[in-house]
C-alpha cells in the first residue's frame, strides 16, 4: 500500500442522543459495545461524497495522479441504487481516465479487506500498476431509531488505500470466505422486493439494518481466531511478528477478546477506532489503519494484522506493511482537539 486516508461523518452523536427509543442508557452502550461516541453524515452527504473525499485525499497522500490509476474498486453496501455501481461514477469524479476499471463490491464490513485482496492481485498479475481501493458508508439512512440490535452501533464514513508496486511483497496472501449457514444473521429487514409486490393500499416501511447478535458474537469466537491465524501464517510469520492488530471495528469486546488470545506481543497497537467513530462497516478498517498513523500509534513499515467480516457471513484478512502515506483526515477527525 502506497497510502492510506479516510474521512467521517462531521455530526458526533453520543449515546446519550440515541437511548431514548431503546429504552436503554450510556452506560449500556458502553459496556455492551465500548461505543461512547459515533459519526453521522450530514442528510445532504451522500455516500458517493464520502467516497470521493477519501479516494481523493489517498490519492494526494501517495502523490499519485488520478490518470495513473488503473482500477477503482468501492466496497460499500449503503450505496442506493443496485445498477449502476457507485465506482464509476467515483472514478469519474476523481478524474481518473475512460480506461480506468471501476466496479462495486458487497461483502460488507469485509468489503475493505476483498478489495485489497483483488488490487494485489491485480498488481502481482500485471493487470494493474495502480489500484485505488475504497470502503464507503452511510449507514444513518439504514439505521430504525428503536432497534435494539443495530441502532446505536452504526456510523459513517469513507477509507480510501491506493496499492501500486513495491520492490517486496508488502500485502500477504488474502485468506477468505464465507458462512452461508448465518446468510440471515445481519442484513436489511426485508428485500425491495417487497415494494413490488405490495398492494397499493400497503404501507412498506424503508427496509432498516437488524442483526441477530447473539449468534454472530458466538461465530467470532470460533472463526475469526482461526481466521487471523491463517493470514498470519499464510504470510509466513507468527503473532510475534505483527505489530499492529487492526480487526474490524465491530464491538470493542470482540477486538478485545481477539487481542487477548491471539499470542501477541504486550507491546502490539490495538485499532480502537470503534470508540468514537462506530462501526462504519467496509469502510471500518481503513478509518482505523488512517487514525493509528495519524496519531503516530503506529508507523509506516509495521506490519499489521487486518480483517473484516459482515453479513454473508462474509470475511477476508491479510498482513499488510503500513504506508509511509496518510492522508488529510480534515478538521474535526477523531483524536484530534477539534475531535473531541
Given at each position: 500500500m502506497l497510502s492510506v486516508a479516510g474521512v467521517r461523518g462531521d455530526q458526533v452523536v453520543a449515546n446519550d442522543a440515541l437511548v431514548g427509543p431503546?429504552?436503554?442508557?450510556?452506560?449500556?452502550?458502553?459496556?455492551?459495545?465500548g461505543i461512547v461516541t459515533r459519526r453521522y453524515a450530514r442528510r445532504e452527504v451522500l455516500v458517493e461524497d464520502l467516497a470521493e473525499q477519501a479516494g481523493r485525499s489517498a490519492l494526494a497522500a501517495a502523490a499519485i495522479d488520478p490518470a495513473?490509476?488503473?482500477?477503482?474498486?468501492?466496497?460499500?453496501?449503503?450505496?442506493?441504487?443496485?445498477?449502476?455501481?457507485?465506482?464509476?461514477?467515483?472514478?469519474?469524479?476523481l478524474g481518473c481516465g475512460p480506461g480506468t476499471a471501476a466496479f462495486d463490491i458487497n461483502a460488507a464490513c469485509a468489503g475493505y479487506c476483498h478489495g485489497i485482496g483483488q488490487a494485489d492481485a491485480l498488481v502481482r498479475a500485471g493487470t494493474a500498476e495502480h489500484v485505488l481501493v475504497i470502503g464507503a458508508e452511510k449507514i444513518s439512512d439504514f439505521i430504525e431509531p428503536t432497534d435494539r440490535t443495530m441502532s446505536f452501533i452504526m456510523g459513517d464514513g469513507a477509507g480510501a488505500a491506493v496499492v501500486g508496486p513495491a520492490d517486496e511483497p508488502a500485502i500477504g496472501p488474502t485468506i477468505w470466505g464465507s458462512d452461508g449457514r448465518l446468510h440471515g444473521a445481519i442484513g436489511l429487514t426485508h428485500s425491495w422486493l417487497d415494494f413490488k409486490t405490495a398492494a397499493d393500499d400497503e404501507h412498506v416501511p424503508w427496509p432498516t439494518a437488524r442483526q441477530d447478535g447473539p449468534s454472530v458474537y458466538r461465530w467470532t469466537q470460533t472463526a475469526l481466531p482461526q481466521l487471523a491465524e491463517a493470514a498470519i501464517a499464510e504470510?509466513?510469520?507468527?503473532?510475534?511478528?505483527?505489530?499492529?492488530?487492526?480487526?474490524?471495528?465491530?464491538?470493542?469486546?470482540?477486538?478485545?477478546?481477539l487481542h487477548q488470545r491471539l499470542g501477541f506481543r504486550d507491546d502490539v497497537v490495538v485499532a480502537r477506532d470503534i470508540v468514537d467513530s462506530g462501526n462504519t462497516s467496509s469502510a471500518s478498517v481503513p478509518l482505523a489503519t488512517e487514525r493509528l498513523l495519524r496519531e503516530g500509534l503506529a508507523k509506516p513499515g509495521q506490519l499489521a494484522l487486518q480483517f473484516g467480516f459482515g453479513a454473508g457471513l462474509a470475511y477476508a484478512a491479510q498482513v499488510v506493511r503500513l504506508p509511509d502515506a496518510v492522508g488529510d483526515a480534515g478538521p474535526g477527525a477523531p483524536g484530534t482537539p477539534s475531535g473531541r
Amino acid at each position: 500500500m502506497l497510502s492510506v486516508a479516510g474521512v467521517r461523518g462531521d455530526q458526533v452523536v453520543a449515546n446519550d442522543a440515541l437511548v431514548g427509543p431503546i429504552d436503554s442508557s450510556d452506560e449500556w452502550i458502553r459496556r455492551r459495545t465500548g461505543i461512547v461516541t459515533r459519526r453521522y453524515a450530514r442528510r445532504e452527504v451522500l455516500v458517493e461524497d464520502l467516497a470521493e473525499q477519501a479516494g481523493r485525499s489517498a490519492l494526494a497522500a501517495a502523490a499519485i495522479d488520478p490518470a495513473r490509476i488503473d482500477a477503482v474498486i468501492v466496497a460499500s453496501i449503503s450505496w442506493m441504487q443496485t445498477t449502476p455501481a457507485m465506482a464509476p461514477l467515483v472514478a469519474h469524479r476523481l478524474g481518473c481516465g475512460p480506461g480506468t476499471a471501476a466496479f462495486d463490491i458487497n461483502a460488507a464490513c469485509a468489503g475493505y479487506c476483498h478489495g485489497i485482496g483483488q488490487a494485489d492481485a491485480l498488481v502481482r498479475a500485471g493487470t494493474a500498476e495502480h489500484v485505488l481501493v475504497i470502503g464507503a458508508e452511510k449507514i444513518s439512512d439504514f439505521i430504525e431509531p428503536t432497534d435494539r440490535t443495530m441502532s446505536f452501533i452504526m456510523g459513517d464514513g469513507a477509507g480510501a488505500a491506493v496499492v501500486g508496486p513495491a520492490d517486496e511483497p508488502a500485502i500477504g496472501p488474502t485468506i477468505w470466505g464465507s458462512d452461508g449457514r448465518l446468510h440471515g444473521a445481519i442484513g436489511l429487514t426485508h428485500s425491495w422486493l417487497d415494494f413490488k409486490t405490495a398492494a397499493d393500499d400497503e404501507h412498506v416501511p424503508w427496509p432498516t439494518a437488524r442483526q441477530d447478535g447473539p449468534s454472530v458474537y458466538r461465530w467470532t469466537q470460533t472463526a475469526l481466531p482461526q481466521l487471523a491465524e491463517a493470514a498470519i501464517a499464510e504470510a509466513g510469520l507468527t503473532p510475534s511478528d505483527i505489530d499492529v492488530f487492526i480487526p474490524h471495528q465491530a464491538n470493542l469486546r470482540i477486538v478485545e477478546g481477539l487481542h487477548q488470545r491471539l499470542g501477541f506481543r504486550d507491546d502490539v497497537v490495538v485499532a480502537r477506532d470503534i470508540v468514537d467513530s462506530g462501526n462504519t462497516s467496509s469502510a471500518s478498517v481503513p478509518l482505523a489503519t488512517e487514525r493509528l498513523l495519524r496519531e503516530g500509534l503506529a508507523k509506516p513499515g509495521q506490519l499489521a494484522l487486518q480483517f473484516g467480516f459482515g453479513a454473508g457471513l462474509a470475511y477476508a484478512a491479510q498482513v499488510v506493511r503500513l504506508p509511509d502515506a496518510v492522508g488529510d483526515a480534515g478538521p474535526g477527525a477523531p483524536g484530534t482537539p477539534s475531535g473531541r
